[in-house]
């Protein structure tokens, strides 16, 4: 398998539709517990990322997804993804399908960050606010080559500042891209069909 940053393998796996593109606000200092999150997460990736290939997947999946929990509002980023069917799912359904999102997006984070080169991370200290959220900008540098853009969109909620969208290259959204397959497996069957291509995908992903 290749490296994790020899091509665009990484970005392509995790988010997939352009937005197009905006005037952004400036940036200012951001306060500590809005950039913790995002620090907590490149240090699980990092030690995902030194395990490697000699630890099995479902070690690596075991060693990510606590940090997945404490990072991501993985409630708010499938009600985003789905859309109004949501709220108006019974909840044994939801649960069903929160399941099966979080086996998605933390098979899908192991399986794009699988090897370390001496890639650095660097998070910039300055945000970006967009209406009650804040955009935390992040770079991933290799040994050699170009590094590419990640920034994590956060909003502020009972349990404090998490992760509720992922933009690569400061412009490619993964909910976008979420919204759209999401919503089509939901019209054709269900909130079932949904559950089981996440869980097929996470099978893929692990295989």
């Known amino acids: 398998m290749a490296t994790l940053l020899s091509s665009r393998r990484m970005i392509l796996t995790l988010t997939m539709a352009v937005l197009g593109p905006a005037v952004l606000p400036p940036c200012a200092a951001a306060d500590e517990a809005v950039l913790a999150p995002t620090h907590q997460l490149i240090d699980g990736l990092l030690r995902v ?9 479902s070690q690596r999946f075991s060693m990510l997804a606590p940090v997945i929990d404490q990072t991501f509002d993985l409630t708010t980023i499938l009600n985003l993804s789905v859309g109004a069917t949501w709220q108006s799912m019974p909840p044994d359904q939801q649960a ?65 500042w998490r992760i509720v969208d992922v933009l690569a290259d400061g412009a490619i959204s993964r909910v976008a891209v979420q919204r759209s397959d999401f919503r089509q497996l939901i019209r054709q069957g269900g909130a079932s069909a949904l559950a089981q291509n996440l869980e097929a995908k996470s099978a893929n992903l692990a295989g």
């Open 96 to 160: 069903i399908l929160l399941q099966a999102f979080r086996r998605y997006t933390v098979s899908s984070y192991v399986n794009s960050f699988d090897n370390y080169s001496g890639q650095r991370f660097v998070v910039n200290p300055e945000t970006r606010t967009v209406g009650n959220e804040q955009v935390v900008q992040t770079k991933i540098i290799p040994v050699a080559g170009e590094g590419h853009e990640l920034d994590y969109v956060m909003r502020e909620g009972p349990a404090g």
């Open 49 to 57: 990322m030194k395990a490697g290939h000699n630890t099995p997947f």
